[in-house]
């Protein structure tokens, strides 16, 4: 049965979360734009998911870019 933790990122790992099994798979979508702090603030957020993911474990997700940062043309007409 999926485990589903509706947490803040920003505080320490969510009770619901340590001292369980390890997970398959985290989903962390359109989540990094809305974090406030340094990409290296932000890159905590991995090593802590890193922790609760199994050894073949699978860490997804997406953010929203600004248009600085769309890689092509496509991309910068949904900005």
Do not use: I, W
């Not at 803040?8 to 974090?35: E, I, R, W, Y």
């Amino acid at each position: 049965m999926p485990v589903v933790v509706d947490a803040n990122v920003t505080q320490p790992l969510h009770m619901a979360l340590q001292d369980t099994a390890k997970f398959g798979s985290v989903s962390m979508s359109n989540l990094l734009h809305c974090v406030p702090g340094s990409t290296a603030h932000k890159l905590r957020l991995f090593r802590a998911m890193g922790a609760v993911l199994d050894r073949d474990g699978v860490l997804t997700g997406y953010t929203v870019l600004s248009e600085q940062y769309a890689a092509s043309s496509l991309s910068r007409l949904a900005v």
